[in-house]
């Protein structure tokens, strides 16, 4: 047996490990016909952002974090993201951590605000699970949170001033 034959006997072998103890696909070989189908996506409202996300989009079904300094087109990104969702009649939802959503300037941008699901959460907890609530109900196409630096667990607005609340933001994103 040459080099090549036992490396491919071992890959083989580890290969067959990992598939009983994790299932089917849990590796997998992007040549092969069972490779896993084209994601489906959410334009982003722009031609450029869509193309370099390599996927026409948001891809739909997970969490994706835009960040970026103050001011600096976050929300608006965001709002494009749930015009494009609503023209190919889709459901969104907009979870208004900052209670600072602009209604107006949203439907500029072309959101249709009357079927906007629209909350604005007193706690960092609240919000968290009025978006859990939203993403098992299964009839959502965009949920956004707004921000994610405006979620503030119960425990510090119910506290003292003074009180110390080190890494309760960061407990509560854990938990997210």
């Known amino acids: 047996m040459t080099e090549k034959d036992?490396?491919?006997?071992?890959?083989?072998?580890?290969?067959a490990q990992?598939?009983?103890q994790y299932g089917k696909g849990a590796v997998m070989k992007l040549g092969t016909e069972d490779r896993p189908a084209?994601?489906?996506?959410?334009?982003?409202?722009?031609?450029?952002?869509?193309?370099?996300?390599?996927?026409?989009?948001?891809?739909?079904?997970r969490v994706i974090e835009i960040f970026g300094p103050e001011s600096s087109g976050k929300t608006t990104l965001t709002l494009h993201a749930i015009a494009e969702a609503q023209k190919a009649g889709g459901v969104a939802?907009?979870?208004?951590?900052?209670?600072?959503?602009?209604?107006?300037?949203?439907?500029?941008?072309?959101?249709q605000t009357d079927d906007l699901l629209v909350s604005q959460p007193d706690t960092g907890e609240q919000a968290l699970e009025i978006a859990e609530t939203l993403v098992r109900s299964g009839a959502i196409?965009?949920?956004?949170?707004?921000?994610?630096?405006?979620?503030?667990?119960r425990a510090e607005i119910e506290g003292e001033?003074?009180?110390?609340?080190?890494?309760?933001?960061?407990?509560?994103?854990?938990?997210?």
């Open 161 to 176: 001033m003074g009180d110390a609340h080190m890494g309760l933001q960061a407990r509560l994103m854990s938990q997210a």
């Open 93 to 111: 939802a907009f979870i208004d951590a900052e209670h600072a959503l602009d209604l107006t300037y949203a439907k500029k941008l072309g959101v």
């Open 141 to 153: 196409d965009v949920i956004v949170v707004d921000s994610v630096a405006a979620l503030v667990p």
């Open 38 to 61: 084209d994601v489906p996506a959410i334009s982003s409202g722009s031609l450029g952002l869509d193309i370099a996300l390599g996927v026409g989009g948001f891809p739909r079904g």
């Open 18 to 20: 990992i598939e009983k």
């Open 6 to 15: 036992e490396k491919k006997r071992a890959l083989d072998l580890a290969l």
